[in-house]
Nanobody, 120 residues
Framework: QVQLQESGPGLVKPSQTLSLTCTVSGGSITMAYYDWGWIRQPPGKGLEWMGAIQYSGSTYYNPSLEWRTSIFRDTSKNQFTLRLSSVTPEDTAVYYC????????????WGQGTQVTVSS
């Protein structure tokens, strides 16, 4: 059973960089044909896909967020990290990490989500 757990600060000040880490257990982040992504849900809005890192280490991002988003990994710890720079209150959301199959495009395992609030 694959399990994902998000961790990071719950409060970030405007203009700072948000950093969240997803720790994966029950499966390797280098396992072929599975990618690992970040998705967020602002209050009262739908899910927004932010980006992902492939099992190979390549990354791809939502074009609307690409200029301030980066995702990287630590294979020794089986973790991947999201960094979002220049945050504003509009980045307040519940942030989820999840696994996606390259074969089906389905996000099949999700973390429980972590609330991040951007406020001074």
């Amino acid at each position: 059973q694959v399990q994902l757990q998000e961790s990071g600060p719950g409060l970030v000040k405007p203009s700072q960089t948000l950093s969240l880490t997803c720790t994966v257990s029950g499966g390797s982040i280098t396992m072929a044909y599975y990618d690992w992504g970040w998705i967020r849900q602002p209050p009262g809005k739908g899910l927004e896909w932010m980006g992902a890192i492939q099992y190979s280490g390549s990354t791809y991002y939502n074009p609307s967020l690409e200029w301030r988003t980066s995702i990287f990994r630590d294979t020794s710890k089986n973790q991947f990290t999201l960094r979002l720079s220049s945050v504003t209150p509009e980045d307040t959301a519940v942030y989820y990490c999840a696994r996606v199959s390259e074969t089906t495009g389905v996000y099949d395992y999700w973390g429980q989500g972590t609330q991040v609030t951007v406020s001074s």
